[in-house]
């Protein structure tokens, strides 16, 4: 298969980056978005020029290092997939796709489709834990938790923290990847003896971080490659009222 | 921090208001809704004029009416000021988007229908309220109605209006459910229900009323 | 050298207990005057950052990635092995060690395989504690799922997420002592030396990944939880920078390397399709629970798997053994896959394949049951091969996934350079020459929650330190080294890529040092590796600045490693003439096939010592002693 990839290039933060047009050739369909990118560095680096900077590590959908908007799509066309398991087939021979880095203000770019997503790191720190200490956890069996409640935990707790959430959302939000967190917690009894400093902790640092704001869109629903449900927003929303109101 | 300032200096308090206002200028539009259903009964609209004087002289109305007017201009300021931010926390837009393939039109363009339904609002305001209430009150409400609506181009302001108000209730109602942290499976199917018969059935009710006047007179 | 275990006196169930109370502390009030360097934050490095950092330790935490949330601990699938005996089928600590170090074919202490075996279920309940949500039985308590290796269920899981749950869970252990201030955290840093000053470990060399600047990081210890060396085979399951820059800087300062040759090959990965192919995609060994391992009885059999009859299948693994059939250990279920492959009973297009079917479980349990303990994986497998699983068979082929091998170390963690702890997959510790499943977890969390942070403390409190700063020679001499090596990769201008080198270094690490060695074969590895960085010296093109971030200079920085251990991996190898556990040496066979191991000449930890470039390594040798557990042949019929 043949494309045309038009890609941003940005060599650092202050730099005012502009797409750039490359033709990549003889692309077999089983290969993955990110080894049309490797296929094209490896012509870049052949032809002296620097290859396009993209984070990527375990290629497998689950450490959540990718995140690449493809033809105005976060981690491509297809639903339940990060960038790295996009394969090729799902694009038309021929193709032109447009590849841009993940657009948020709190997700400054550092260089081509690498951005900074330490943002999200900060919201954890501000509270996205359960104080325990080493050494202080009693049995494991001596909290049940009821069996839907542990799966409904699980369902938010597959967040892979890639951003898709944020960079899809047109307010630029970070709400799903928060209530992702929150509603894990609040979910399971363990996470109860902090669940207001919790929700009220991390909203703060999401705001301070300059997130934007949900309008209920669900764009960030559909495009999370871990399909974490707007119902934890839901979650997060009624955990804020109690912290707050109630 | 106290709680209220805690729930204020967050977005999610602020959106909050956002939903707490729209629900009640919801329920303002089945009050109106109800009494502007008068103008269909075969009575000349006496009626119709009865509520509006109650509306005009009843004391507790007043503070009501002042509620009302605090509740569109909180929807509107907070709306105004979360669009700001929400534009702001994307400086670089993208060149190519498709949003469409993960979202519906109605909940992107909240800020855009929200805006023609609010100059409407002010038209509509001045065109009776006003009209009625300060420059002349003597003249039954029912007459200044059936001046309006027998203008054509003004009811097809009205209606484009109203589609507006449509397509603006068809997200923020089932999306207030949501900010509320309502709208969870097993509420969901109802708010929608209820979300679908709101943002279609009010819109029409009202729409029938410069149709209904266009052709009866 | 005589490298000395420290392995505690008294009976095995006794020693870890005896040792926690003969060990120095260092008080609460002294403990924040010692600053600790971790490297990684894996689940080792979080576990252990954030452990010290609440003991009151100032802890240095710094990873290559963006986020502590990358570590690849993060794509470990099936599960956590602890003996809580929850389901009441006779298991027991001593079951757990006993399995493992025979799982481990008799090369592993068995003092660290029992102590492992006693803290797990420790680690079990701080998971719980942290919000890890475990999967759980309609009452509310924690189920378990059976693994490879042992016939109880020991395995606790998360779905097919264990591992990115148990990392979540010490990376937010992490983050509450990053907020609390005890942990200075730094991402995007790549440790490029270590630094030994006075005979004593102090610090470390990390370049700014995004700055390109080298920077110096200095404490009383370091702590390297920098994973394995797997990518030394170029197509792994490892993630793509996985890498074993920081362990191989500490063996090229000293720190001899254990057992290099014990690499993992997994039995259930998604098979090659193409050239073009950047990594490995592991499927969960869990899979073995429900699904039947086989291929067409008739050599080339090209048929729809459908299409062909239960009676002309071969389900060999259940075949040749028949107690625990599709659950034999990794090493085992690998070799057997290649051996049907090479025999030409191989399926798919490469016909480097063997069916997983889950036919039968689907017919027994429905669907949705299967759905629901599988579904995130049977996706991942659809979303790469465009075949459904639940219909068609999936085609699985060994990879490389985990490497038993690393930097040597005592009882108590530490390497035989003083203040240089080594813990997780980077170390050789505790699983022998074949890790069972469900156990890397088990050992990266056991290590930084439970173990090194008492062992640690007996080191501070024992240890004098003089003051080492910027200006202090041994720190000038490795930040001047680490300068220079940048500068020799970027001056080199040739005309390959990095990435071609390492595409090159695993062609020959696959095919000669892979699932089946052989002297010939080995020694030609030997050469043609020398001989490949020889041209990578010469040949290698490194695009762009040392100032900047830049993918290819990281990369060329780990090739080069790459480069000199995979000649090491190939020299243990040739030197070890028996087979073990994941070593499989094709002269030394059974009959039937299996693994012969050498215990009179061949039951002791090869420890490779580092004597200069150019020069041949020297061999030190850490004698194994079984009480407990009597070395036999493994049996798994």
Same mark, same amino acid.
């Given at each position: 298969m043949n494309f045309t990839l038009k890609i941003w290039r940005q060599k650092n933060r202050t730099d005012k980056g502009?797409?750039?047009?490359?033709?990549?050739?003889?692309?077999?369909?089983?290969?993955?978005?990110?080894?049309?990118?490797?296929?094209?560095?490896?012509?870049?680096v052949r032809k002296g020029e620097e290859p396009v900077a993209f984070d990527h590590d375990c290629r497998e959908g689950i450490c959540g290092s990718c995140g690449i908007m493809i033809e105005g799509r976060a981690h491509g066309p297809n639903r339940k997939a990060a960038t790295c398991e996009l394969r090729m087939r799902s694009f038309p021979d021929g193709d032109t796709l447009t590849v841009e880095p993940w657009r948020a203000r709190p997700f400054p770019v550092i260089k081509d489709l690498v951005v900074d997503r330490s943002a999200f790191d900060r919201i954890m720190q501000a509270g996205g834990y359960v104080s325990v200490k080493t050494g202080q956890a009693p049995d494991a069996n001596a909290i049940p938790v009821p069996k839907h409640h542990a799966e409904e935990a699980m369902d938010a707790a597959a967040c892979i923290g890639c951003g898709a959430c944020v960079a899809t959302c047109p307010n630029g939000s970070a709400m799903l990847f928060v209530a992702a967190k929150v509603s894990q917690l609040a979910l399971l009894p363990q996470g109860h003896a902090e669940r207001k400093e919790r929700v009220e902790r991390m909203l703060a640092q999401m705001d301070a971080e300059g997130f934007g704001s949900c309008s209920n869109t669900y764009a960030c629903e559909a495009e999370c490659p871990k399909q974490v449900s707007v119902q934890h927003i839901a979650r997060l929303n009624r955990e804020f009222v109690r912290a707050t109101a109630l | 921090m106290s709680k209220p300032v805690a729930f204020l200096s967050s977005s999610v308090g602020r959106k909050m208001l956002m939903a707490l206002s729209g629900l009640f200028l919801c329920s303002f539009l089945l009050v109106h809704l109800y009494i502007n259903l008068f103008l269909f009964k075969q009575d000349q609209g006496a009626e119709f004029e009865m509520y509006g004087h109650f509306m005009a002289t009843y004391p507790l109305i007043r503070p009501l009416e002042i509620g009302l007017f605090a509740g569109f201009l909180l929807h509107g300021v907070i709306g105004i000021w979360l669009w700001i931010m929400n534009r702001r926390a994307r400086p670089v837009r993208y060149s190519v988007s498709r949003a469409g393939d993960n979202s519906t039109l109605s909940s992107r363009i909240m800020w855009a229908t929200g805006t023609v339904v609010g100059i409407f609002l002010v038209i509509h305001v001045?065109?009776?309220?006003?009209?009625?209430?300060?420059?002349?009150?003597?003249?039954?409400m029912f007459e200044i109605v059936r001046e309006a609506f027998t203008n054509p181009w003004l009811v097809a302001f009205y209606l484009i209006a109203l589609a507006f108000l449509a397509y603006h209730l068809k997200h923020g109602f089932q999306s207030a459910f949501q900010t509320f942290g309502l709208r969870y499976s097993r509420y969901e199917r109802l708010i929608e229900f209820v979300g679908m018969l709101f943002w279609l059935l009010v819109p029409l009710g009202f729409a029938a009323m410069p149709l209904y006047f266009l052709w009866a007179y | 050298m005589t490298l000395d275990a420290k392995i505690p006196s008294g009976p095995i169930e006794k020693k870890w207990d005896a040792h926690r109370f003969n060990m120095k502390l260092v008080n609460p009030a002294n403990k924040r005057k010692y600053t600790i360097i971790v490297v990684g934050t894996g689940l080792a490095g979080a576990s252990a950052a954030a452990s010290l950092a609440e003991l009151g330790y100032n802890v240095i935490s710094l990873c290559y990635h963006e986020s502590p949330r990358r570590a690849h601990s993060i794509a470990a699938q099936g599960g956590i092995n602890a003996p809580k005996n929850y389901t009441n089928d006779g298991d027991s600590i001593y079951r757990l060690f006993y399995d493992t170090v025979k799982g481990g074919d008799y090369r592993a202490r068995e003092a660290n395989v029992y102590r492992l075996a006693q803290v797990s279920g420790n680690?079990?309940?701080?998971?719980?504690?942290? =919000?890890?949500?475990?999967?759980?039985?309609? =009452?509310?308590? !924690?189920?378990?799922?059976?693994?490879?290796?042992?016939?109880?269920?020991?395995?606790?899981?998360?779905?097919?997420?264990?591992?990115?749950?148990?990392?979540?869970?010490?990376?937010?252990?992490?983050?509450?002592?990053?907020?609390?201030?005890?942990?200075?955290?730094?991402?995007?840093? %790549?440790?490029?030396?270590?630094?030994?000053?006075?005979?004593?470990?102090?610090?470390?060399?990390?370049?700014?990944?995004?700055?390109?600047?080298?920077?110096?990081?200095?404490?009383?210890?370091?702590?390297?939880?920098?994973?394995?060396?797997?990518?030394?085979?170029?197509?792994?399951?490892?993630?793509?920078?996985?890498?074993?820059?920081?362990?191989?800087?500490?063996?090229?300062?000293?720190?001899?390397?254990?057992?290099?040759?014990?690499?993992?090959?997994?039995?259930?990965?998604? $098979?090659?399709? =193409?050239?073009?192919?950047?990594?490995?995609?592991?499927?969960?060994?869990?899979?073995?629970?429900?699904?039947?391992?086989?291929?067409?009885?008739?050599?080339? %059999?090209?048929?729809?798997?459908?299409?062909?009859?239960?009676?002309?299948?071969?389900?060999?693994?259940e075949r040749l053994y028949p107690s625990f059939g599709n659950l034999v250990p990794r090493d085992v279920a690998s070799r057997r896959a290649k051996e049907m492959c090479d025999k030409g009973f191989g399926v798919g297009s490469t016909k480097l394949a063997v069916y997983l079917d889950f036919a039968d479980a689907i017919k027994r349990t429905g669907k949705e049951t299967i759905a629901e303990k599988y579904g995130n994986l049977f996706d991942m497998y659809h979303e790469i091969t465009a075949e459904d699983p639940y219909t068609t068979p999936m085609r699985i082929?060994?990879?490389?996934?985990?490497?038993?091998?690393?930097?040597?170390?005592?009882?108590?963690?530490?390497?035989?350079?003083?203040?240089?702890?080594?813990?997780?997959?980077?170390?050789?510790?505790?699983?022998?020459?074949?890790?069972?499943?469900?156990?890397?977890?088990?050992?990266? !969390?056991?290590?930084?929650?439970?173990?090194?942070?008492?062992? +640690?403390?007996?080191?501070?409190?024992?240890?004098?330190?003089?003051?080492?700063?910027?200006?202090?020679?041994?720190?000038?001499?490795?930040?001047?080294?680490?300068?220079?090596?940048?500068?020799?990769?970027?001056?080199?201008?040739g005309k390959r890529t $990095?990435?071609?080198?390492?595409?090159?270094?695993?062609? +020959?690490?696959?095919?000669?040092?892979?699932?089946?060695?052989?002297?010939?074969?080995?020694?030609?590895?030997?050469?043609? +590796?020398?001989?490949?960085?020889?041209?990578?010296?010469?040949?290698?093109?490194?695009? =762009?600045?040392?100032?900047?971030?830049?993918?290819?200079?990281?990369?060329?920085?780990?090739?080069?490693?790459?480069?000199?251990?995979?000649? !090491?991996?190939?020299? %243990?190898?040739?030197?070890?003439?028996?087979?073990?556990?994941?070593?499989?040496?094709?002269?030394?066979?059974?009959?039937?096939?299996?693994?012969?191991?050498?215990?009179?000449?061949?039951?002791?930890?090869?420890?490779?010592?580092?004597?200069?470039?150019?020069?041949? $390594?020297?061999?030190?040798?850490?004698? !194994?002693?079984?009480?407990?557990?009597? $070395?036999?042949?493994?049996?798994?019929?």
């Amino acid at each position: 298969m043949n494309f045309t990839l038009k890609i941003w290039r940005q060599k650092n933060r202050t730099d005012k980056g502009k797409l750039v047009t490359y033709a990549v050739s003889n692309i077999p369909p089983d290969a993955s978005f990110l080894e049309v990118l490797d296929v094209l560095n490896g012509d870049l680096v052949r032809k002296g020029e620097e290859p396009v900077a993209f984070d990527h590590d375990c290629r497998e959908g689950i450490c959540g290092s990718c995140g690449i908007m493809i033809e105005g799509r976060a981690h491509g066309p297809n639903r339940k997939a990060a960038t790295c398991e996009l394969r090729m087939r799902s694009f038309p021979d021929g193709d032109t796709l447009t590849v841009e880095p993940w657009r948020a203000r709190p997700f400054p770019v550092i260089k081509d489709l690498v951005v900074d997503r330490s943002a999200f790191d900060r919201i954890m720190q501000a509270g996205g834990y359960v104080s325990v200490k080493t050494g202080q956890a009693p049995d494991a069996n001596a909290i049940p938790v009821p069996k839907h409640h542990a799966e409904e935990a699980m369902d938010a707790a597959a967040c892979i923290g890639c951003g898709a959430c944020v960079a899809t959302c047109p307010n630029g939000s970070a709400m799903l990847f928060v209530a992702a967190k929150v509603s894990q917690l609040a979910l399971l009894p363990q996470g109860h003896a902090e669940r207001k400093e919790r929700v009220e902790r991390m909203l703060a640092q999401m705001d301070a971080e300059g997130f934007g704001s949900c309008s209920n869109t669900y764009a960030c629903e559909a495009e999370c490659p871990k399909q974490v449900s707007v119902q934890h927003i839901a979650r997060l929303n009624r955990e804020f009222v109690r912290a707050t109101a109630l | 921090m106290s709680k209220p300032v805690a729930f204020l200096s967050s977005s999610v308090g602020r959106k909050m208001l956002m939903a707490l206002s729209g629900l009640f200028l919801c329920s303002f539009l089945l009050v109106h809704l109800y009494i502007n259903l008068f103008l269909f009964k075969q009575d000349q609209g006496a009626e119709f004029e009865m509520y509006g004087h109650f509306m005009a002289t009843y004391p507790l109305i007043r503070p009501l009416e002042i509620g009302l007017f605090a509740g569109f201009l909180l929807h509107g300021v907070i709306g105004i000021w979360l669009w700001i931010m929400n534009r702001r926390a994307r400086p670089v837009r993208y060149s190519v988007s498709r949003a469409g393939d993960n979202s519906t039109l109605s909940s992107r363009i909240m800020w855009a229908t929200g805006t023609v339904v609010g100059i409407f609002l002010v038209i509509h305001v001045n065109g009776f309220f006003v009209q009625s209430r300060f420059i002349t009150p003597e003249r039954p409400m029912f007459e200044i109605v059936r001046e309006a609506f027998t203008n054509p181009w003004l009811v097809a302001f009205y209606l484009i209006a109203l589609a507006f108000l449509a397509y603006h209730l068809k997200h923020g109602f089932q999306s207030a459910f949501q900010t509320f942290g309502l709208r969870y499976s097993r509420y969901e199917r109802l708010i929608e229900f209820v979300g679908m018969l709101f943002w279609l059935l009010v819109p029409l009710g009202f729409a029938a009323m410069p149709l209904y006047f266009l052709w009866a007179y | 050298m005589t490298l000395d275990a420290k392995i505690p006196s008294g009976p095995i169930e006794k020693k870890w207990d005896a040792h926690r109370f003969n060990m120095k502390l260092v008080n609460p009030a002294n403990k924040r005057k010692y600053t600790i360097i971790v490297v990684g934050t894996g689940l080792a490095g979080a576990s252990a950052a954030a452990s010290l950092a609440e003991l009151g330790y100032n802890v240095i935490s710094l990873c290559y990635h963006e986020s502590p949330r990358r570590a690849h601990s993060i794509a470990a699938q099936g599960g956590i092995n602890a003996p809580k005996n929850y389901t009441n089928d006779g298991d027991s600590i001593y079951r757990l060690f006993y399995d493992t170090v025979k799982g481990g074919d008799y090369r592993a202490r068995e003092a660290n395989v029992y102590r492992l075996a006693q803290v797990s279920g420790n680690v079990i309940d701080q998971c719980v504690a942290q =919000g890890v949500p475990f999967g759980r039985e309609y =009452g509310g308590m !924690l189920d378990n799922r059976s693994f490879g290796g042992a016939q109880v269920s020991r395995t606790f899981y998360a779905r097919g997420q264990t591992g990115q749950q148990l990392l979540l869970g010490a990376y937010s252990a992490l983050s509450r002592q990053i907020n609390t201030g005890k942990v200075k955290y730094y991402a995007r840093r %790549d440790m490029l030396d270590v630094i030994i000053a006075d005979g004593q470990a102090r610090g470390i060399i990390a370049r700014n990944m995004v700055t390109g600047e080298l920077e110096t990081y200095l404490g009383n210890a370091v702590v390297l939880a920098t994973g394995g060396y797997g990518n030394v085979f170029y197509l792994s399951t490892n993630a793509k920078a996985s890498n074993a820059t920081a362990i191989w800087r500490a063996y090229k300062r000293g720190a001899v390397f254990a057992n290099p040759c014990f690499t993992q090959i997994h039995p259930t990965c998604i $098979p090659q399709s =193409g050239d073009f192919q950047s990594k490995l995609t592991l499927m969960s060994e869990s899979l073995r629970n429900d699904g039947r391992i086989w291929v067409p009885k008739k050599k080339g %059999d090209t048929r729809n798997p459908a299409d062909i009859p239960e009676e002309e299948r071969d389900y060999y693994l259940e075949r040749l053994y028949p107690s625990f059939g599709n659950l034999v250990p990794r090493d085992v279920a690998s070799r057997r896959a290649k051996e049907m492959c090479d025999k030409g009973f191989g399926v798919g297009s490469t016909k480097l394949a063997v069916y997983l079917d889950f036919a039968d479980a689907i017919k027994r349990t429905g669907k949705e049951t299967i759905a629901e303990k599988y579904g995130n994986l049977f996706d991942m497998y659809h979303e790469i091969t465009a075949e459904d699983p639940y219909t068609t068979p999936m085609r699985i082929y060994p990879a490389v996934h985990y490497t038993m091998g690393g930097l040597w170390v005592d009882y108590n963690l530490m390497s035989n350079v003083p203040g240089l702890y080594v813990i997780g997959e980077a170390n050789f510790s505790d699983h022998g020459a074949n890790r069972l499943g469900a156990s890397a977890l088990m050992q990266g !969390l056991a290590d930084g929650y439970f173990i090194l942070p008492y062992t +640690i403390g007996d080191y501070l409190a024992t240890s004098q330190f003089k003051a080492v700063a910027d200006g202090h020679p041994a720190v000038a001499e490795a930040k001047g080294a680490t300068q220079e090596r940048i500068a020799r990769l970027l001056a080199v201008k040739g005309k390959r890529t $990095p990435d071609d080198f390492h595409k090159a270094l695993g062609h +020959i690490m696959w095919n000669k040092v892979g699932m089946g060695r052989n002297k010939k074969g080995l020694e030609e590895a030997i050469q043609q +590796i020398a001989a490949l960085r020889e041209e990578f010296w010469k040949d290698v093109n490194v695009i =762009g600045a040392a100032g900047d971030l830049n993918g290819e200079l990281e990369r060329a920085a780990r090739i080069a490693d790459f480069l000199e251990l995979g000649e !090491l991996l190939a020299r %243990d190898a040739h030197h070890r003439e028996e087979s073990c556990g994941g070593h499989f040496r094709e002269e030394y066979q059974t009959d039937e096939g299996e693994a012969q191991r050498n215990d009179k000449k061949f039951s002791y930890v090869a420890a490779w010592e580092h004597t200069g470039d150019g020069k041949e $390594p020297k061999l030190h040798k850490e004698p !194994l002693e079984f009480e407990y557990v009597k $070395p036999s042949q493994r049996s798994y019929k």
